[in-house]
């Protein structure tokens, strides 16, 4: 399968193989073929949007090392949304 790209052509895989290897803390190793290596992103936004629990996701942004301002302040924003509809 191939995505197109306006510059180039990238070759996409499988979503998901049993084989694929997890590296810590956000790589998996494909070791079929060429040994294909991912690296994974997490869009932080688009996790606090689609769910509102907030007693499993305030911990999981709280966690993030990556990017630690951004996690901040979805906490924070999750927290003002919560306690403007509460108060």
């Given at each position: 399968?191939?995505?197109?790209?306006?510059?180039?052509?990238?070759?996409?895989?499988?979503?998901?193989?049993?084989?694929w290897s997890l590296l810590a803390p956000n790589q998996v190793l494909d070791p079929s073929g060429r040994g294909t290596l991912?690296?994974?992103?997490?869009?932080l936004g688009a996790v606090l949007g689609a769910t509102f629990e907030n007693d499993v996701v305030l911990p999981f942004l709280m966690r993030r090392?990556?990017?630690?301002?951004?996690?901040?302040?979805?906490?924070?924003?999750?927290?003002?949304?919560?306690?403007?509809?509460?108060?």
């Amino acid at each position: 399968l191939y995505a197109a790209k306006p510059d180039r052509r990238v070759r996409v895989a499988e979503m998901y193989d049993g084989r694929w290897s997890l590296l810590a803390p956000n790589q998996v190793l494909d070791p079929s073929g060429r040994g294909t290596l991912w690296q994974l992103t997490v869009n932080l936004g688009a996790v606090l949007g689609a769910t509102f629990e907030n007693d499993v996701v305030l911990p999981f942004l709280m966690r993030r090392r990556a990017e630690p301002n951004l996690s901040r302040r979805l906490c924070l924003d999750r927290l003002k949304e919560v306690l403007g509809e509460n108060g």
